[in-house]
Structure formats: C-alpha cells, structure tokens
C-alpha cells in the first residue's frame, strides 16, 4: 500500500514569494491534516480536512495561508506572500476517519521543508 | 495548557539496556494517547496508541506502553535497546473533548550507544 505523498520534498524561496505544497493521501482515507514542524518540536495542526470539508482550521493564519482539498482527495497548502518564519517542514497526514471519536491513526507524509531566504 | 509534556529532551541509553521515554497528558476526559517515531528527513511513523483497555499497549519493534491514570502519564518502553531505536520520538494526546484536537509534545531524542 502507498503511503502519503508529499512533492516538493524542497523548496528554497525568497520572502514575500508564493509557495505551494501537494498531498496525495493513502487511498480510501477521508480525514486530511497539515501540520507544521519548526526544529526540534512537535507537530502543529495548520488544518484538518474530513473529506472536502475544513473541520478545524483555527491554527491555519488565514492571512497568508490557504488550503484547498477539492474532490476530498488530494490537498494543497499554499503560503502568499511567504515570510521568513515560515521556514519550516510541512507536514501532510491522513487517516480512515472511520473510529469514533477520533480514535483512528494518522499516517505521516515525508514532508516538505520550506527555507524561505 | 499544554496538554501532552515530554519532560526529557534526550535519554541515552546504552544498547541491550531497558529504555523509557516520559509523557505526561493533560486533557478533559478520557484520553487517547500515541506514539511516533521520527527518524532524519522522514515524516513520522506510528509506534503504538491507548484507546481503551488494557494499560499496557505493544506496538511496532518491540515497543510498549503503559497507560496510568492516576499519575496521566503513557510512558513508552522497550526492554532491550537497539543502536537502530536512535531517533526522535513523540507522545500525542487526542483530546476527544475539544473537536477532537490532536496535541504532540515537543519530542524526546533517543540515543542508543554500541
């Protein structure tokens, strides 16, 4: 079974530059999350999708950042203008969405680490 | 408040040792509780989670954790360590309370020595 995509797995910009990330989740699975990891910390839910529905976007900044999962399949996160802060690794996860209340496992994409010069 | 803590940023264990990785929680309710581990320019794996049941969860590579209650506490263990193990390793805590938010805490870096 594939696991999540994430493309590009690199990118270098210059600030006040757009910037777009991509998520193919694991096949079948309805709940979608971005996440941003700064170094050496945790994980940080941006969004959480179930199906093409925004469930929570509370952490998402919504002045810069935006996200998009049309069919309730793939995803995009996109970053405009990027800032310096923004340098970080975005993660995408997904899961079946199928457990009660939120009893399901997430499953981790490698990641996309965003330098933003 | 934080919700999930991780109280050691490193441990450093010698190879064939027992080794433990902290996390206490802090959540309305009954918690769900997860392990995963984080190996250099990887995304992360899961190790394990407590959803109900029995206090002691086994999960992937020999790994174990045992869910306490009464100090909230779901501290990850394996009795004989690998060099391999060395990573970044993460407790979450879903809180089912708060639209079912999923809190990490800050990691815990694994060091096993030959």
């Known amino acids: 079974e594939a696991g999540v995509v994430q493309s590009p797995r690199y990118k270098i910009i210059e600030k006040k530059q757009p910037v777009a990330f991509w998520c193919n989740p694991i096949?079948?699975?309805?709940?979608l999350y971005w996440y941003l990891q700064n170094l050496g910390q945790g994980p940080e839910l941006l969004i959480r999708y179930e199906n093409e529905e925004a469930v929570d976007d509370s952490q998402l900044p919504k002045d810069r950042f935006s996200a998009e999962r049309l069919k309730g399949v793939d995803s995009t996160l996109k970053i405009q203008p990027a800032e310096l802060g923004d340098s970080a690794v975005y993660l995408c996860a997904s899961s079946l969405g199928d457990e009660a209340y939120g009893a399901d496992t997430q499953y981790f994409g490698p990641g996309t680490r965003l330098t933003v010069l | 408040a934080q919700s999930v803590a991780q109280p050691e940023d490193q441990v450093n264990v010698a190879e064939g040792n027992p080794l433990t990785v902290k996390c206490t929680y802090s959540?309305?309710?009954?918690?769900?509780l997860f392990w995963y581990v984080q190996y250099p320019n990887r995304g992360l794996q899961f190790l394990l989670k407590?959803?109900?049941?029995?206090?002691l969860v086994k999960g992937s590579y020999g790994f174990e954790a045992e869910f306490n209650k009464s100090q909230t506490s779901f501290h990850l263990k394996k009795p004989s360590a690998l060099v391999s193990d060395s990573a970044l390793y993460f407790c979450a805590v879903r809180d089912v309370y708060n639209f079912n938010k999923f809190y990490f805490g800050s990691g815990t870096k694994l060091n096993v020595k030959p």
């Open positions: 096949s079948g699975h309805n709940t």
């Open positions: 959540v309305s309710g009954n918690p769900y």
């Open positions: 407590y959803i109900t049941g029995d206090n």
